[in-house]
């Protein structure tokens, strides 16, 4: 636009010089500058009056030459033009298409990425799960064994204690039995000394009632002794009863401390799978919005980029119309400028000179401007007709979907069978008053291959035979 805005074409009306596009000035020749009469400046020139009409014939011709090379020159700027706008657009539209492959191919890239991503995540979230399973299998193994280990041992001492227990029971009755009946002697014994006579007081009778009484007392000491043992073992057997409740009741503090401590690592275990769950969901939730923000983003850069593309294209084309109409705007001027000018000397010099043309160049692109735009035109009314086709097509593809699938089954079965009907005729015979049938005589099989029509086409009634017709000519016949 600038390079164009600066080839503006300037008119000197009063030198007759003018100043094309092209930054060259025409200046006209001598002969049209010469004035003849006593008022007029005479010029530094060398030319004869013989010689002022050849040299206005060759100023003429000179002028039409400049012309034409004015107008192919024009022309071929002209053509510079429409080549360099056909190579802009082309360019535009390559570049376009790149820029549409490479977003193509870097949104694949992406998918790929995020496909890997995404299996990476499941595999080491596999790998998780699987590492918590063996840990807590690890750990009911491990504490479930110990939990048996300790019961079976509890058990042990429990059933220790219990056959202790029994023994000293049964020890203590056998020693209330031996007190018992150690009483019940020394009773009868006393019971023995006062039925006995006062009378036998021999000395043989006595001396044995001492000897009694001796082994009597060596008894009772030994009873006493027995006694004193067994308290004494008593006493022993309730100290490590002691010393086995307390241990007991240790074992039994620990196995409580031991399943409180399993019982709080279940729970730490069931909000560590808890809070597991809860961070696999908030990341997909997180990575569902990622990408759902990702698509929208995407989405929305590129209809800007579009619609940016879109109205660069359209002020690129605005300036190009503009300076277009604005060159020939200035030609036009510059042609109304050489017009009047011709016109005013050929009034001055009484010389006819020829008016140009109208430019068969500028008109020639109009027209061809004209055409391209309708051109255009119809093919933008053709490919929304085309585009509205298809859509229809599609949509009642969509619609009839099964009912064109129930239409292939059904012709597809119907090729694979072939019409057979079987048709027999009776003969008949008189024989005085009674009808008596000779027989069965078959017909021909009528079997006739029925050409089925395609899907899309419609059918054709030249080819297919209904087999229910040539059934009733059989019969009519």
Known sequence: MDDENDEERSVSLETGEVEDAFGETFIPSISDRLQIGYAASD??????ASEIINLKKMSDVLGIVIKDISMLKRSLYFSKLTLQAEYDGRLEAVAFELYNRVNKRVAEIEAIHKERIDVIRRSYKQQMSNALAKLSRDYQIFYGDKDAILEAENRKKLEEMNRHKEMMRKNELAQKEMYEMLQMQMEEDKAKQEIVPSRKSSAASIGGFLDEIDELNTVIKGNESRIYYLEECLEEIGLENKKMTTELEDKNEKLRAEKLKSAALRRDLDDLKQAFEREKEESRSRLEA????????????????????????????????EGQNEQMRHQKFAEEARLKAALAKQEENKVVVEVPTEDTDLSRLQMLEKRQRAEIARLYKKLEALSAVSDMKIRVLNEHIHSLKDEMFLRQTLHRQTAKVKQATVTYVRRGSEIVPMGLQPMAKLVRRHVLPSIISAPSTANSVNPIDSVQQVKKQ
């Open 43 to 48: 010029k530094a020139c060398q030319t004869q």
């Open 290 to 321: 990622q990408r759902k923000s990702l698509t929208i983003e995407m989405k929305n850069r590129l209809d800007e980029q579009k619609t940016e593309h879109q109205r660069d294209l359209g002020q690129k084309m605005e300036s190009l119309k």
